[in-house]
């Protein structure tokens, strides 16, 4: 698949979170489930303008097929907010792409390191994709519901 990797839009911000929320069902989270987390995975369009956020979409013939977003954070480490790829298209290497394009943005911003909070489903795609289980963290919407958590450790001589 051909897919361009490029800046969200403001105006993408409903149509990113509509995705989000397709692609976390994926997994077959209960309603219960998905209805806890639902505003998690809605993203205001003042995120999307943030200085401190940087929102990427991959897109196929003009079309939004993934996207993830990068937080900065104040020790010039950024964390990955997120990353989600169409549920249809989950396995066919989008989100390697994804991975890899947030991994080189860092790097050109001066990152050291990316820090993930992933989703249980989603711990050998971290692994394959240079990361390194640090831990779990307690889930902020659903008690006692833990998460894996990542590093990515960057090196600065990478291109986009």
């Not at 990955?80 to 790829?85: D, G, N, R, S, Y």
Request: some cysteine.
């Amino acid at each position: 698949m051909n897919i361009i990797i490029r800046n969200a839009h403001p105006n993408e911000s409903i149509e990113l979170g509509k995705l989000a929320i397709r692609s976390k069902a994926f997994w077959g989270y209960s309603d219960d489930f998905m209805k806890a987390c639902h505003d998690e995975l809605l993203i205001p369009s003042e995120k999307i303008e943030s200085d401190n956020y940087y929102y990427f979409v991959a897109e196929n013939k003009n079309h939004i097929v993934g996207y993830y977003a990068l937080e900065k954070l104040p020790n010039l480490d950024f964390e990955l907010e997120a990353l989600f790829v169409e549920p249809k298209l989950i396995g066919t290497g989008i989100g390697k792409d994804l991975m890899n394009h947030a991994k080189k943005f860092a790097a050109l911003k001066g990152a050291h390191t990316i820090i993930i909070q992933g989703d249980p489903n989603a711990t050998s795609f971290y692994l394959a994709a240079g990361g390194k289980l640090t831990g779990e963290k307690e889930s902020v919407n659903i008690q006692g519901r833990f998460l894996p958590t990542f590093e990515i450790c960057l090196s600065s001589d990478n291109e986009i």
